[in-house]
């Protein structure tokens, strides 16, 4: 092949765009409420970590490991160049249970100013863990039924790795639900058998990666949710 000769470079034959300066770069992302957390949850305040984070026109992109469209929530402004934070949607928000997901996920940055080409950083990961409800959280002792309620929605391919962890004891679903309705949470059915007197913390796995079954308490230390744990009398 001959090729054809170069008329312009770019339009009205500017040359090609260049950025002057290193773009944004990520080191961490976590939950803003402390750094013990192992992983985030809807509705949870994220502390971004890095450089070049004070960029105009920066956006955060989400991407799941299991596929799907990538998410960009609006980050509030900078602190400085090195810290960002941005918050994830309510787990009560019905968008947000159908769009995102449990499981982890890819987070960049991308800095996108007006009339040049964008600028990608590094990808940093971040777990995203289930927020559930248990019903009863009070039953006498024996076999015990529970329904989860499960937010995010779950994906059809994770079905088969989901787990109950009562206590110490590895229980699988019954039955698990995900209706066609996308505002409504997908919804599991376990029987607990033998359930013995005592207080039980609650925690879905879903992935491999479980519901935090803690909360923070007043003082900073941290508790078990009582929303999360079944009382065996």
Do not use: K
Not at 147 to 154: Q, S
């Amino acid at each position: 092949r001959a090729p054809l000769p170069v008329l312009r470079r770019g339009p009205g034959d500017r040359g090609p765009d260049a950025l002057a300066g290193a773009g944004p770069a990520l080191t961490r992302v976590r939950p803003a409420a402390s750094d013990l957390l192992p992983a985030a949850r809807l509705g949870d305040e994220l502390l971004l970590l890095g450089s070049g984070l004070g960029l105009a026109d920066t956006q955060v992109r989400f991407e799941h490991g299991r596929g799907g469209p990538p998410l960009s929530p609006a980050p509030t402004p900078p602190d400085g160049p090195t810290t960002m934070r941005l918050r994830l949607p309510p787990s009560t928000e019905s968008d947000a249970i159908a769009d995102w997901r449990v499981g982890m996920y890819s987070v960049r940055l991308i800095t996108a100013p007006a009339g040049l080409p964008a600028a990608l950083s590094n990808a940093v990961a971040l777990p995203l863990s289930p927020s559930i409800t248990v019903d009863p959280l009070a039953a006498p002792a024996g076999d015990v039924a529970l329904t989860v309620g499960c937010r995010p929605r779950l994906l059809p391919e994770q079905a088969a790795g989901v787990r109950l962890l009562f206590g110490g004891r590895d229980v699988v679903p019954d039955s698990i639900d995900t209706p066609d309705d996308p505002t409504l949470p997908t919804r599991l059915a376990f029987t607990v058998t033998g359930a013995t007197t005592g207080n039980h913390p609650v925690r879905l796995r879903v992935d491999g990666l479980d519901s935090l079954p803690a909360r923070i308490a007043a003082d900073g230390t941290f508790e078990f949710d009582p929303q999360q744990t079944v009382v065996i009398a």
